[in-house]
């Protein structure tokens, strides 16, 4: 594990160099869905400690597991609406508010406990059928909505791109997505600030580095494939 990670902090130094930014910029966000506890530790050990999870099941369980520790999660997956009140207090950011629905919900849960939930907003950036996310054209209505809803901020943006064995290929969605962060973060709505934008995974981080990303969720590169077939 410390090899992986030492290999994926100096490939995120080589991006850095190479876009002439500063390393200090990007933010590391391990992903330990389907990974044990005890792997997790291995990469604390290396002094990370937030991690990414896609599943509500799952956070719970390792929220109680690192209950009184330093340890925080992202919610990095699609987020159903009966789901939010399990995680809401649970998770330091949600990655993944993709509809009024789900904003709603975060509102009225957020009001109850009398709390602030950050958010990303996000996008279906190459508009796939079988992704989640805004679409480019809806999200300056989706910003309005959520400037009238004073418990969720939003922090910034997500993405998942396309899968290409040649990141490459990607370069155009993650150029897309930090013209549309760039527009965005020279508006001002009420409750919505542009500070994180979050793409880049095992496989293209490279290049999302490149292009901007300033937080990067990366699973396999870390921890090794994962195996569904365990849980
Ligand atoms: C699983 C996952 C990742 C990490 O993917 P790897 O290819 O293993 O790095 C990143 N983002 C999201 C939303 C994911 O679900």
């Given amino acids: 594990m410390k090899e992986n990670i030492e290999y994926v902090l100096k490939a995120i130094c080589d991006a850095c160099k ?21 792997d997790m530790e291995d ?12 599943k509500v099941q799952e956070i719970l369980q390792k929220y109680e597991y690192f209950k009184n ?13 009966n789901k939010v009140k399990y995680i809401i207090d649970k998770v330091s950011l949600i990655h993944s508010l993709d509809s ?5 919900k975060i509102q009225q849960e957020a009001k109850k406990r009398n709390m602030i939930v950050n958010c990303l907003v996000e996008i279906n950036i190459a508009r796939e059928e079988s992704k989640y996310g805004i679409f480019e054209e809806d999200l300056f209505d989706f910003l309005s909505e959520i400037s009238k809803r004073d418990n969720v901020r939003v922090q ?4 998942v791109a396309p899968y290409f064995e040649d990141a490459e290929n990607t370069r155009i969605y993650f150029r897309k ?13 009420e409750n919505v600030e542009m500070k994180i934008l979050s793409m880049g995974m095992s496989n293209d981080f ?26």
Avoid: C
């Fill in 43 to 54: 990469v604390i050990s290396s002094g990370f400690y937030t991690f990414g999870e896609n």
């Fill in 156 to 159: 910034g943006l997500m993405t």
């Fill in 206 to 231: 490279k290049v999302a580095i490149e292009e901007g990303a300033n937080l990067i969720r990366v699973g396999t590169l870390i921890f090794g494939k994962r195996d569904y077939s365990k849980i």
């Fill in 69 to 81: 520790s330093k340890i925080k999660f992202h919610m990095i997956g699609h987020l159903q609406t």
């Fill in 100 to 104: 009024i629905s789900l904003l709603d």
């Fill in 177 to 189: 997505m930090k013209l549309l962060f760039d527009k965005i973060a020279k508006e001002n709505y």
């Fill in 18 to 38: 190479k876009a002439n930014r500063n390393v200090d910029d990007v933010f590391l966000l391990p992903v330990s869905k389907t990974k044990s506890v005890y």
